[in-house]
């Protein structure tokens, strides 16, 4: 098969739009259902009432039906007298009130005078108090439009005016087809090479979202023959076709070529990033959507581009995406060929949104778990620069994101720790950005976080943090609190293989390392003891190669992929490694002064300071908690 290597660039709206024309012939068939069962669905005709609503003439409140003119004298110095069956009828509210009467008193305005007798000292206006037949809902009258997204309260005029079935499109069943060799079931036994079929469970729940029938197929092989048989019967079955993966240049992506024999493809490669190799296209007259297999770059087509279809499809246009303003915490490049979705972690910091980029790889899923929002990068610009104001995607609520303690800085495991705790107590949660020390404390400087966490030696004095702090955030009151000691050491894997016992040995065993990022307080730390042992980091064979968290560090060395990383013991114990103790240092909290009236901040220091907490540290090992809580207001 010939390889399809030559992607288009086109924007977004233009390749929706485009998409969109070429699918004008397409609609879902429609079908009766009864009103009561029709929330969520689409009219596919307008609705008009079959009755009035009220039915009848009724009242409003609980009182007395009577005559106006009968009324007009009263005043507190002559009330009128009335009398029941000749002048009023006593009625409660939603009674129909008889023809010849045409107000209502209400009960509170009516003097007893006698048995059956009332007085009244204000005169009633004319149909005071009367729900006028048809008032609500006349005969005729348009209900609600064509394409319009039934919701609960329409249902309830619906029924008021008569109408107890209504005609709808039918829900657009979808076909979802994950392919590839290389993929497989879930529970099946892992071999190298084996990845776990996920993508098509995120698509059937996201149809759901979106209004759809997901229909889940099996993994099909990358076998030409028997995609073109498996899509082809798809189309006759289906109202929309999702095919997963497969979609760029590789040797055995057929998604463009499948589509093509059968059909005609559109639009290959739309210009997001991720998300670019997509294919829009159809089949007879049914759409098809060839979608990129890693899970990032999947959830964007889907939440771009077939979530809009399924709308469109149904003559509706599927609106949602709740935007807000952000300031940046950092500088964020960009290519000025693609728009790009960048996922956030979002706080709200004196009263504004803070927004602070993670992960931007296609292929990490817990990325999207982890994310609050997603900033997106218009096309024509090659970035932004830290504390621009830039457009944020929402995937929280902003309550949910008004109670989240952010904390951008340095990372350590303990820190998810204190986020489950904090969750647990409800109301508030901890999100953290992981940024290393240095970028921790700009963000402190620029008033972008909540609180920062910190490991930085200071190489003249051996002293931590303090003096970073001084130097970096002059004249702002910040309040910096202990908060563990913990063991940094030589990660190697179990057995210790090549021998190590001193940060020495990395060079004389010629051991591949793995290192952190500039700015991190580890890389620090490393430096530093390697300036005292006088080594230079040329001769530290993998010191260029940078990874941005303690387990991430000790991922690597875990599979192989290097035989040593400097890192914190706990890391190690979770990833089954050996440690070799080289420093204690400081791993502490910054924060500012004012920060520690704030409500949500209050309970993130309750539960670092709780027995439980510290019970979680026992048990991770590695951690000195001996001056946890203790404030040095600076
Ligand atoms: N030479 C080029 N290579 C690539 C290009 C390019 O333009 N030229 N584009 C890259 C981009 S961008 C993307 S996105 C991917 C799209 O890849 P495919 O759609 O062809 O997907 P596969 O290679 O088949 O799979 C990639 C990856 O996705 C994961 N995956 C796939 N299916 C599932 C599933 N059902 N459940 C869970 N995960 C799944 C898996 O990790 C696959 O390895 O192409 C780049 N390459
Ligand atoms: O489009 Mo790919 O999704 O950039 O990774």
Sequence with gaps: MGQNIYLSNINLEKAINTYFEKLSEFRLNSEKIKTHEANGRITAAPVFAKISSPFYNSSAVDGIATTAKKTFTATDRNPVRLKEGIDYLVVDTG???????????????????????????????????????????????????????????????????????????????????????????????????????????VFAAQVEEYGGIPVRFDIVKDDFERLLEVVD??????????????????????????????????????????????ILGKIADKPIVGIPGFPVSAFFIMENIVKKLIGFIQGYEIMGKKYIDAMLSKRTMSSSKYLEFVRVKLGYIDGKYIAAPIERGAGATMSLVRAD?????????????????VKVNLLKSEDEIK??????????????IAADLLAK?????????????????????????????????????????????????????IALIKFVKRIQGLMVRKGNPLGITRLEDIVNNNAKFVNRQKGSGTR??????????????????????????????????AKGNADVGLGV???????????????NEEYDIALPLEYLEHDGIKKFLEVINSDEFKRELDYLGGYDYSDLGNIIIE
């Excluded at 609500?136 to 064509?146: H, M, R, S």
């Excluded at 929309?240 to 059968?262: P, W």
């Excluded at 490991?455 to 002293?463: A, F, K, R, V, W």
């Excluded at 001769?539 to 190669?545: S, T």
Aim: net charge negative; charged share 25%.
């Design 95 to 201: 009674d129909p009130v008889p023809d010849e009467f045409d107000t209502v008193i209400m009960v509170e305005d009516l003097i007893k005078a006698g048995e059956n007798e009332i007085e009244i000292i204000k005169p009633s206006i004319p149909w005071q108090n009367i729900r006028q037949m048809g008032e609500d809902i006349v005969e005729g009258q348009l209900i609600l439009p064509q394409s319009h997204r039934i919701r609960p309260v329409d249902i309830g005029a619906l029924i008021a005016g008569g109408v107890f079935e209504i005609e709808v499109y039918k829900k657009p069943r979808v076909a979802i087809i994950p392919t590839g060799t290389e993929i497989v079931e879930p529970g099946t036994e892992l071999k190298v090479g084996d990845i776990i079929e996920f993508n098509s469970r």
């Design 233 to 278: 019967r798809a189309s006759k079955e289906f109202d929309l076709i999702l095919l997963n993966a497969g979609s760029s240049a590789g040797r055995e992506d057929y998604s463009k070529k499948v589509i093509e024999t059968l059909g005609q493809v559109f639009i290959h490669g739309v210009a997001i990033k991720p998300g670019k190799p997509v």
């Design 373 to 389: 929002g997603v900033m997106e990068i218009p096309e024509e610009l090659e970035g932004y620069e830290k504390g621009s104001v």
């Design 403 to 416: 109670n989240t303690v952010l904390c951008i800085g340095s990372h350590d495991l303990i820190l998810d």
């Design 425 to 477: 107590k409800g109301k508030y949660n901890l999100s953290s950005a992981h940024v290393g020390s240095m970028g921790g404390i700009l963000s402190l400087k620029d008033r972008e976080t909540h609180f920062t966490t910190l490991h930085l030696l200071d190489t003249e004095t051996g002293e931590y943090n303090k003096s970073y702090i001084k130097r970096y955030v002059p004249g702002r009151r």
């Design 524 to 557: 620090i730390l490393l430096d530093y003891e390697l300036k005292k042992l006088g080594i230079s980091p040329k001769d530290i064979n993998g010191y260029e190669r940078e990874d941005y968290t303690h387990i991430s560090v000790a991922a690597q060395v």
């Design 569 to 583: 013991f706990s890391a190690a114990n979770i990833m089954g490694l050996d440690f070799i103790p080289i420093a």
